[in-house]
């Protein structure tokens, strides 16, 4: 059974940095790209970018490619995302999702960025 | 970057109604666009890929279609359990994008 299991919740102070996980399971890690997404309260999905991790090679959204650094490790399986220079903005529920056609999904991320 | 226009952007129809959601790209994205269903505090779930096939677990009642650069997702008979948010995604091309979504409420 493919599963994604993502870190826990966290609760972060604005201008500061955050690094989440997704633990892949039940397939070959890399064979398969690691997508991120984006969901801010009450509004819509928006992808972040990818990350190939036989390789290491990253396609970022344009908004993202300041904010967002993607990594991977293949002896854990473990997919990363950090996230720098929080601001409000950056307060949403990050989910991590497997490639081609964004299959299977982790439960979701919820970052809040709050002095 | 691709623009995936949805609509509506919210209804609501009664049980057992047949109920179509149209997403439009901007450009040409062939068949590589997907269906999800997404309800609050979970996971956006898989619908529909490759804009026709019906994933794994997902009730024969949906299905997806495509006519030029429209495509539709439909549920032949609406059950309670249908409401949640409809969001379409195009994986043609990077960035990947998607639709603003649809809410769908039950009367």
């Known amino acids: 059974e493919v599963l994604l299991q993502q870190s826990g919740a966290e609760l972060v102070r604005p201008g500061s940095s955050v690094k989440i996980s997704c633990k892949a399971s039940?397939?070959?890690?890399?064979?398969?790209?690691m997508h991120w997404v984006k969901q801010r309260p009450e509004q819509g999905l928006v992808w972040i970018g990818r990350?190939?991790?036989?390789?290491?090679?990253?396609v970022y959204a344009e908004k993202f490619k300041s904010k967002a650094t993607l990594t991977a490790d293949k002896s854990s399986n473990t997919a990363y995302m950090q996230l720098s220079s929080l601001t409000s903005e950056d307060t949403a529920t990050y989910f991590c999702?497997?490639?081609?056609?964004?299959?299977?999904w982790g439960q979701g991320v919820m970052v809040t960025v709050s002095s | 970057d691709i623009q995936l226009t949805q609509s509506p952007s919210s209804m609501s129809a009664s049980l057992g109604d047949r109920v179509s959601l149209t997403c439009q790209s901007s450009?040409?994205?062939?068949?590589?666009l997907s269906w999800y269903q997404h309800k609050p505090g979970k996971p956006p779930k898989p619908m529909i890929y490759?804009?026709?096939n019906l994933a794994d677990g997902v009730p024969s009642r949906f299905s997806g279609s495509r006519s030029g650069s429209d495509y539709s997702l439909t549920i032949s008979s609406l059950e309670s359990e249908d409401t949640a948010i409809y969001y379409c995604?195009?994986?043609?091309?990077?960035?990947?994008?998607f639709g603003s979504g649809t809410k769908l409420e039950i009367k």
């Open positions: 995604l195009q994986y043609d091309e990077y960035p990947f994008t």
């Open positions: 490759y804009a026709t």
């Open positions: 450009q040409g994205i062939g068949n590589y």
């Open positions: 999702t497997r490639s081609g056609s964004l299959d299977y």
């Open positions: 990350i190939n991790p036989a390789n290491g090679n990253t």
């Open positions: 039940g397939y070959t890690f890399t064979d398969y790209y």
